[in-house]
């Protein structure tokens, strides 16, 4: 369960100044449950222009 190198080439080949791409430790659901944090955290919110996207819901 590791990112293949197709994955990897589009998370890092993103040309946008507003996008930024992280690593971390742990599998989907430790990102998950940092991304529902993020969102739950009003001072961190506070004049923050969040936005999650995932493979389902981004051409919506």
Do not use: C, H, P, Y
Not at 30 to 52: I, P, Y
Request: hydrophobic share 45%.
């Amino acid at each position: 369960n590791r990112v293949s190198e197709v994955q990897r080439r589009q998370m890092t080949s993103v040309l946008a100044n507003n996008v930024f791409n992280i690593a971390i430790e742990g599998n989907f659901d430790d990102a998950q449950a940092m991304v529902k944090a993020s969102f739950a955290n009003q001072g961190f919110l506070n004049g923050t222009r969040l936005v999650a996207v995932n493979s389902i819901n981004w051409a919506r």
